[in-house]
């Protein structure tokens, strides 16, 4: 199974700041189709999660443009240009490029 | 819009058996696949099973292989997850979720959940 790190745990921010989370997984995400299936996940307090980034870097529909995603291969990140107070939660990466699908433990996003 | 509303959570005695549905509406659900996802209190996310848009292809997690049956009717829109052989550590809330096109497993859209305890 591929393994997914995520840092940090935790990250206090404070409004209007940028924040970053990185991902990396224990091997290649890059499918027999060239495709790299790495995909960020927001989940608020008492909700399910919602997905912002599928592909690495494409923002889903609806999803504001100060959240971004880069990487290749083994490494990933997932930025927010400047926290809101509704960006309150937890994110996680999913890697759905083989079965089983595995996520990472979730990066815990707070205001300061 | 895109629904997925998930029932048959509760609590159930070790060993005993539960099956959950997954109502979709708002899309062509015949051509799309779905996934069940879980997650513990207060833990992270867990991929379960996934069945393709026809239910042909089924692929389940080692650890509720032989104990949960994915499956689906087309004519009803819905997923169902029949789970036997229930152990406490499959306490848990259980997302149907949607598989996003041309895009391997990735995960579109979910479902609120429905909560299923394992308890004597």
């Known amino acids: 199974d591929i393994v997914m790190t995520q840092t940090p745990l935790s990250s206090p921010v404070t409004l209007g700041q940028p924040a970053s989370i990185s991902c990396r997984s224990s091997q290649s995400l890059v499918h027999s189709d060239g495709n790299t299936y790495l995909s960020w996940l927001q989940q608020r307090p008492g909700q399910p999660p919602r997905l912002l980034i599928s592909?690495?870097?494409d923002r889903f529909s609806g999803v504001p443009d100060r959240f971004s995603g880069s990487g290749a291969g083994t490494d990933f990140t997932l930025k927010i240009s400047r926290v809101e107070a509704e960006d309150v939660g937890v994110y996680y990466c999913m890697q759905a490029t083989q079965f089983p699908l595995t996520f990472g433990g979730g990066t815990k996003v707070e205001i300061k | 819009q895109v629904q997925l509303v998930e029932s048959g959570g509760g609590v159930v005695q070790p060993g005993r058996s539960l099956r959950l549905s997954c109502a979709a509406s708002?899309?062509?659900?015949?051509?799309?696949?779905v996934h069940w996802v879980r997650q513990a209190p207060g833990k992270g996310l867990e991929w379960v099973a996934v069945?393709?848009?026809?239910?042909?292809?089924?692929y389940y997690a080692d650890s509720v292989k032989g104990r949960f049956t994915i499956s689906r009717d087309n004519s009803k829109n819905t997923v169902y997850l029949q789970m036997n052989s229930l152990r406490a550590e499959d306490t848990a809330v259980y997302y149907c979720?949607?598989?996003?096109?041309?895009?391997?497993?990735?995960?579109?859209?979910w479902g609120q959940g429905t909560l299923v305890t394992v308890s004597s």
């Open positions: 592909k690495t870097s």
């Open positions: 069945i393709s848009y026809d239910g042909s292809n089924k």
């Open positions: 979720a949607r598989v996003l096109k041309a895009a391997a497993g990735t995960i579109d859209y």
């Open positions: 708002g899309f062509t659900f015949s051509r799309y696949g």
